[in-house]
């Protein structure tokens, strides 16, 4: 088990550019999720994956955002024409399917900053 | 809708001394489940426990053990015997058993504990 992993860790940018980020998850977890945290905020849920399909995206997904899973293994979150609002940890989790009571792990996040 | 609120934004305590993180949440739902995570400094989120709604007795894990009060709808967190390692922000968390596409986390603010030797 090596656990979820999360690429970039950091990534500054300005204002207006497009960038994306890579999430890794535990091999056999068939669930991806992906959160954003703000600073003195809990993490807030933007859209869930089971396989490839994606089944549910908040409303703090704008139409800037959208994420993908193409072979149910690795996802991509992808923000274009950021803005400085964009700031924030965005944090990938993985669980089994089979129930909520399954423990989602979470991967390192990465920090973006805006400029 | 759920919410889950944290009202200790930061609670400090010595070294081997016991503290207690509050967590209320509102919900609708009558099954569920509630976690603690704990987030250390630049380190990925844990899982500390996790309780089932429908079990009324309270979950243990070594030196953490919750006070979960269904009625009230409150989940405490109790650390025992605390630890330079224990500092944190702790996250109250919940999540719904009603099936469909419920599936997401929500989370508090969190509670920022420090240990201090």
């Known amino acids: 088990d090596t656990g979820v992993s999360q690429d970039p860790r950091h990534k500054i940018t300005k204002r207006g550019q497009n960038v994306t980020f890579r999430c890794d998850p535990i091999?056999?977890?068939?669930?991806l999720y992906w959160y954003r945290q703000t600073l003195g905020q809990g993490p807030e849920f933007l859209t869930y994956?089971?396989?490839?399909?994606?089944?549910?995206k908040s409303r703090l997904l704008s139409d800037r955002f959208s994420a993908e899973r193409p072979k149910g293994s690795f996802s991509t979150l992808e923000i274009q024409r950021t803005e400085q609002g964009d700031s924030a940890m965005y944090l990938c989790?993985?669980?089994?399917?089979?129930?909520?009571?399954?423990?989602?792990?979470f991967g390192p996040g990465t920090r973006l900053t805006v400029l | 809708a759920q919410t889950v609120t944290q009202s200790q934004p930061e609670m400090s305590v010595q070294e081997a001394e016991t503290v207690t993180l509050s967590c209320t949440y509102d919900t609708s739902e009558n099954n569920y489940y509630l976690f603690w995570y704990k987030q250390p400094p630049s380190r990925q989120m844990i899982l500390v426990i996790r309780q089932e709604a429908y079990k009324q007795q309270n979950a243990t894990e070594n030196r953490f053990s919750v006070n979960f009060q269904k009625a009230a709808k409150s989940f405490s967190l109790k650390i025992s015997d605390s630890q330079l390692g224990d500092t944190a922000m702790y996250f109250c968390a919940f999540i719904p058993d009603s099936g469909g596409s419920n599936y997401k986390l929500t989370f508090g603010k969190g509670t920022l504990l420090t240990v201090n030797p």
């Open positions: 994956f089971q396989n490839e399909a994606q089944l549910e």
């Open positions: 091999s056999e977890h068939n669930r």
């Open positions: 989790a993985s669980t089994r399917a089979g129930g909520n009571y399954n423990e989602q792990f």
